[in-house]
């Protein structure tokens, strides 16, 4: 199994550009979460999905971010227009099944720098 | 609000030594609490999971508890190795059922050989 895959896996735009983040979860699993970590904050969820379906985005911070997932096997998440305090480490991770007790999987994250 | 707090300084151990990293939460009531690590560069992994009814829980050098009385959890490494060098995660489960997780901001073990 290749695991969680993000692309790209650095990102550096200027401020004012759209940014899109893009996952592919593990096959078969059916919740996805998208996760913005900094040193000051940590990691912080900003959006789950459910079979396809946002389930919670209290954590997205702006209405300059948004978050999609078309089908089981993609989701994107774009910021636009990005702003230098948008630059984080941003995760993606999937779980199989919908239990509290199921361990998430993460991506290897996609490090984004807006100048 | 809702609080984890994880020593944010790191942790310096010998070789063959039991570290000790402390995870602690007020204004909460999870139901599971998980940790993780984290290597520079990469993704967290999952390590553990444990229950608010479990007062401990075991994989092989690992050890996890639990006190719902204190808040607080305890991760145990023993017989550390350089290998174990990372930044650890404690992440409780924010709700019932929300399967939301809030994660600390760990602390990074540094096992010196």
């Known amino acids: 199994d290749a695991g969680v895959i993000q692309s790209p896996r650095h990102e550096v735009t200027e401020m004012g550009q759209e940014v899109t983040l893009r996952c592919k979860p593990i096959s078969g699993h059916n919740s996805l979460f998208w996760y913005r970590q900094t040193m000051m904050r940590g990691l912080e969820l900003l959006i789950y999905f459910n079979n396809n379906v946002p389930i919670d985005d209290s954590g997205m911070p702006e209405d300059r971010f948004s978050a999609k997932m078309p089908n089981a096997s993609f989701s994107t998440l774009k910021i636009q227009p990005s702003e230098p305090r948008d630059s984080a480490v941003y995760f993606c991770?999937?779980?199989?099944?919908?239990?509290?007790?199921?361990?998430?999987?993460f991506g290897p994250g996609t490090r984004l720098t807006v100048l | 609000s809702q609080k984890i707090e994880q020593n944010s300084e790191a942790l310096n151990i010998q070789e063959g030594k039991t570290a000790t990293l402390t995870c602690n939460y007020t204004?909460?009531?999870?139901?599971?609490l998980q940790w993780y690590r984290q290597d520079p560069g990469r993704g967290p992994v999952f390590l553990l999971l444990?229950?608010?009814?479990?007062k401990e829980k075991r994989k092989e050098r690992l050890k996890v508890t639990f006190d719902t009385t204190l808040k607080q959890s305890l991760f145990h490494i023993t017989a550390s190795q350089p290998a174990d060098s990372a930044t650890y995660l404690c992440?409780?489960?924010?709700?019932?059922?929300?399967?939301?997780?809030?994660f600390g901001t760990g602390t990074r073990l540094k096992v010196l050989a």
């Open positions: 444990i229950r608010e009814n479990e």
């Open positions: 204004n909460y009531s999870p139901a599971y």
């Open positions: 992440a409780l489960e924010q709700g019932s059922g929300t399967y939301k997780y809030i």
């Open positions: 991770a999937s779980i199989l099944g919908q239990g509290s007790y199921n361990e998430q999987f």
